[in-house]
């Protein structure tokens, strides 16, 4: 037979406790995950630049050249209609996702045909959007990938 006293359940000083341990995990483990957002979109941006250099390479390797600045990125995905016309565009393009993906901050990917730095110059102006910078703002370009 139960007791009417016989009630299970939990103190107000254990449930402090748990959200002391709680807030003391937040607090040590919350600014080191926040710092990596940062590094997550600098390696994600360096990635779709790789992607988009072997769709460049791809069409190459159709067409004999690469895209010209006049027709840009897009060369990967339609087919030009201005500049040297492709003869062996392939159907459907050079990128799996159809499209141009913009870099982690919402911004286009930059492309010069010929570039400073070699057939082509890709690129990115990280975090802030603007040339230059260092850190998270620092450009993030196809030439000095690591």
Known sequence: MAHIHDKRGFTLIEIMVVIV????????????????????????????????????????????N???????LNALVTKPTVGVIPKNFKEGGYLESKKIPSD??????????PGEHGDYDLFSYGGDGVKGGEGKNADITSWDTK
């Open 21 to 64: 341990i709680l807030a003391l995990l937040a607090a040590l483990v919350g600014p080191k995950l926040m710092g990596r957002t940062d590094d997550a979109k600098i390696t994600d941006s360096r990635v779709q630049i790789k992607n988009i250099e072997t769709a460049l390479k791809l069409y190459k390797l159709d067409n004999g």
């Open 66 to 72: 690469y895209p010209s600045t006049e027709q840009g």
């Open 104 to 113: 982690p901050w919402g911004n286009d990917y930059l492309y010069v045909s």
